[in-house]
């Protein structure tokens, strides 16, 4: 699992059947103290998650296929499944959502 | 789950038992920015893309589960055709918003 910040939505309306009437999400998947890491990703959303929350995301078939009931053959993989509220990293609580800022767009490289 | 721009066909006669009637189409991924992240790769289109659609695709064990035929050796395939891609205010379906191929000659639809 892994922790990232919600950046968007995103519409198809011709898609797989497993897909239909779940909502997509654009995340960024965060270092636990918040830095980008890894690759932008596209996932269901099971919680009501919208732009700005910090969430949990499931990236593994199993799992997902479980949390959404899909039955054995449900293409599903990414899946977010909880807000969070706060990290704590050793000493330090490096995120606390009650303080938190919205995700801004990364700098041009 | 990814975003990716489909940027060409893919052309295979001989094929795994199962992957008969299954479009192979090449595709770029995209970041959040519409930039080109990693390689291009090959996927299995189990919906209708053509070059030049913005599309959403899985990878791993799940790409063959969206395939018609479920036990075949696919490890990527297009889930989804994109519409639109709201990220921070930004769409990246809308014209200009994200990375397309160069158009050239060669690419070019006969």
Not at chain 1, 54 to 70: A, K, M, S
Not at chain 2, 21 to 47: F, H, K, R, Y
Request: with cysteine; hydrophobic share 45%.
């Amino acid at each position: 699992m892994f922790i990232a910040d919600v950046l968007g939505t995103v519409v198809a309306p011709v898609q797989s059947k497993w897909l239909d009437g779940r909502t997509l999400l654009v995340l960024r998947p965060l270092t636990p103290d918040g830095r980008p890491a890894l690759k932008t990703r596209v996932a269901i959303d099971k919680i009501g998650a919208g732009v700005g929350d910090r969430v949990l995301c499931l990236d593994e078939g199993n799992g997902g296929r479980q949390v959404l009931q899909t039955g054995p053959k449900g293409p599903v993989k990414t899946v977010v499944v909880g807000f969070i509220d706060a990290v704590e990293l050793g000493p330090r609580i490096v995120y606390d959502h009650r303080a938190a800022n919205p995700p801004q767009p990364l700098p041009k490289k | 789950m990814y975003l990716a721009r489909v940027i060409g066909r893919m052309v295979a006669t001989q094929r795994y038992p199962g992957l008969e009637g299954v479009a192979l189409q090449l595709i770029q991924p995209l970041d959040e920015s519409g930039a080109p992240m990693g390689d291009a790769l090959v996927a299995a289109a189990t919906v209708s893309t053509g070059p030049g659609d913005l599309v959403h695709w899985v990878d791993g064990r799940e790409a063959a589960l969206a395939c018609p035929e479920t036990y075949v050796p696919v490890d990527a395939a297009i889930l989804g055709f994109v519409e639109q891609a709201d990220v921070l205010g930004r769409d990246l379906a809308a014209p200009g918003n994200a990375w397309e191929q160069p158009r050239s000659a060669a690419t070019e639809p006969h």
